[in-house]
């Protein structure tokens, strides 16, 4: 008898504009969208920022056949979580079906989404319009605090503390529970108790982490975003399992994120960065959570024989140092083989012996966990480390 079980894709992760900045490339510069498959082999899509083209590229349909179709929940009207609709390829397939559902705006009144996909698409802004997309498309206007079920998966609704109005989403499957809320700002003891109602429980609560505990004290009050800080509030008194930072502010650099996802931790147990080409899966052997990272994206790999000591955190939180041999080496990171098995998106700090005319010397790198796989020895990890500095 097969396990159920939920696979979440991340393909972008950034919030209000996308950014091609190399300092930025780790954790990925597209804007918000998600990809969730659910056991009945249902297909979910949150958001449609400027990720949802790179789903495109890689797009395969639903498991039901050919005519299934894609539901498609988009949490409000920003640019940021629109803008990849016109370069979705599959919405130009006449074979593809998608279901998109959203709220009425007090701004735009009935068929508020289409409404917003044709008018980015109108001219002058874009050389066709939608009538190019030859996919079957339905619309369904929800309203916040709605239950609805897609399949075998219960889909919740609560409104969002954000400008001009945003649904959270939290989706049951029979492998476990996806809360998704984005684009929140905290304050508001409505929408406070909305969110908490949302994440109760979850198994993975993705929620907006733009900016600082600073920032959204003084120069970003009333923007709309939230912190690592009052996501981890959230999460401990919502009882929520995993934590994800998510809608990373344009702004911040590959190792800003890294620092709030440190502080997060210190307070918090499971929590991870979202960043482009992450998966969860959820009701995996033993009902566990599981979380893989994308690799380095560029690099130039050559093998190599460096005796190294590496030093960080596992699993399950204990510190930990070894010596090992780094026996492949890019100019962007390195695959280790080591006893311990280190927590994904953990700091690692690895010293490298390297020969030299002079002798023997120490290289001191800082590196960032990406996978942890079974390692081709017997008690060993694979374990690929992106360098930081």
């Not at 920022?49 to 590229?57: C, D, E, F, V, Y």
């Not at 735009?108 to 917003?116: A, C, Y």
């Not at 996501?231 to 890294?258: C, I, N, Q, W, Y």
């Amino acid at each position: 008898m097969s396990v159920p079980v939920t696979k979440l894709s991340f393909w972008g992760v950034r919030g209000s504009t996308p950014t091609v900045d190399p300092a930025t490339w780790r954790y990925g510069g597209n804007t918000p969208c998600l990809e969730l498959v659910a056991p009945d082999g249902t297909q979910f899509i949150l958001d449609c920022g400027t990720g949802l083209r790179s789903l495109g590229t890689r797009w395969s349909v639903p498991a039901g056949g050919r005519n299934s179709e894609t539901h498609i929940l988009v949490t409000h009207y920003h640019w940021d979580h629109i803008q990849g609709i016109p370069f979705f390829m599959p919405l130009y397939a006449e074979n593809n079906a998608f279901h998109f559902y959203s709220f009425r705006s007090k701004y735009l009144g009935r068929d508020s989404l289409k409404q917003v996909f044709e008018t980015q698409m109108a001219m002058p802004y874009f050389p066709v319009d939608m009538s190019a997309m030859s996919a079957k498309r339905k619309f369904m206007e929800v309203t916040a605090g709605e239950t609805f079920t897609i399949g075998e998966n219960k889909v919740t609704t609560r409104e969002l503390n954000h400008p001009q109005g945003c649904l959270g989403y939290r989706i049951e499957t029979s492998a476990g529970t996806v809360v998704y809320a984005t684009d929140n700002e905290p304050g508001d003891p409505k929408h406070d108790a909305f969110l908490r109602e949302l994440a109760q429980g979850a198994d993975i609560f993705i929620n907006d982490a733009q900016y600082t505990p600073e920032q959204l004290a003084t120069v970003r009050k009333g923007w709309g975003h939230s912190t690592w800080l009052e996501g981890v509030k959230v999460a401990r008194e919502a009882g929520a399992k995993t934590l994800v930072l998510f809608h990373h502010d344009p702004d911040s650099t590959d190792r800003m994120v890294d620092g709030l996802l440190r502080q997060a931790r210190e307070e918090f147990d499971s929590v991870f960065a979202a960043s482009e080409g992450m998966v969860i899966t959820l009701g995996a052997a033993e009902n566990r959570m599981e979380a893989h990272m994308p690799g380095t994206r560029t690099a130039l790999r050559r093998e190599a024989q460096f005796r190294a000591k590496v030093s960080g955190v596992t699993e399950s939180g204990q510190e930990f140092e070894e010596e090992t041999i780094v026996r492949d080496l890019s100019l962007q990171g390195a695959l280790i083989s080591l006893h311990h098995s280190p927590r994904l998106q953990s700091e690692l700090q690895v010293t490298m012996e390297t020969p030299g005319e002079e002798g023997t010397h120490a290289m001191k790198l800082r590196g960032y966990v990406v996978r942890v796989d079974a390692g081709a020895e017997k008690g060993h990890s694979a374990v690929g480390v992106v360098f930081t500095d």
